[in-house]
């Protein structure tokens, strides 16, 4: 049974960075992408990026470009997700999600919450 | 990037009724598109693929239609377990997504 679990809440000051961390197992890591997904306070799900891992390929939404860096590391089967530059409305629950096929996100991480306030 | 744009953003409505969420993309996207459920506390769960296949599992009161620019999302006879907030991915620009903004039915 596939399962990613990550890392655990954070609070951060406006303008620091944050990483969260995504562990897969029971599964083929560097086989399928990994995307993250955010959902803000009373806000809907927000795609932020991808990495496959197998091919080293990372995809990012335009909103996050040059404030978000995925990455991977296949010898622990781990995800990264570092977004800096962080503002207050950057608060919200992360999600690592796998894609087997394209559009389908079958495995969920459990969300990690993230808190960004002076 | 792809928009996607549902309609509409939340949804009042009763255990037996039929209910239709819209969700229109900014450029034609084939059949590109799915829907997912989400519940609180719940990871989204995939109902609907390539715009009008039912995923495995999921009741047949669920179905959807459309193509190119817009697609629908029916429940034909809404029952409790259905209250949940609801969302279009679109995947024509795979490996790049976009969610519809989500429609909370309540």
């Known amino acids: 049974q596939v399962q990613l679990v990550q890392s655990g809440a954070e609070v951060r000051k406006p303008g620091s960075s944050v990483r969260v961390s995504c562990k897969a197992s029971?599964?083929?890591?560097?086989?399928?992408?990994i995307n993250w997904v955010r959902q803000a306070p009373g806000q809907g799900l927000e795609w932020m990026g991808g990495i496959f891992a197998m091919f080293d390929s990372t995809n990012y939404a335009q909103k996050f470009r040059g404030r978000l860096t995925i990455s991977a590391d296949k010898s622990t089967g781990t995800a990264y997700m570092e977004l800096r530059s962080l503002r207050p409305e950057d608060t919200a629950v992360y999600y690592c999600?796998?894609?087997?096929?394209?559009?389908?996100?079958?495995?969920w991480g459990q969300g990690t919450l993230v808190t960004v306030s002076s | 990037d792809i928009q996607l744009t549902q309609s509409p953003s939340s949804l009042s409505a009763s255990v037996g009724d039929r209910v239709t969420i819209t969700c229109r993309a900014s450029q034609g996207i084939g059949n590109d598109l799915g829907w997912y459920q989400h519940k609180p506390g719940k990871a989204p769960k995939r109902l609907i693929y390539s715009a009008s296949s039912l995923q495995s599992g999921v009741p047949s009161r669920f179905s959807g239609s459309g193509s190119g620019t817009e697609f629908t999302l029916t429940i034909s006879s809404l029952q409790p377990e259905d209250f949940a907030t609801y969302y279009c991915?679109?995947?024509?620009?795979?490996?790049?997504?976009?969610f519809g903004q989500g429609t909370k039915l309540e």
């Open positions: 999600a796998r894609d087997s096929a394209p559009g389908y996100f079958d495995y």
């Open positions: 029971g599964g083929t890591f560097s086989s399928n992408g």
């Open positions: 991915l679109q995947h024509k620009s795979f490996p790049m997504y976009t």
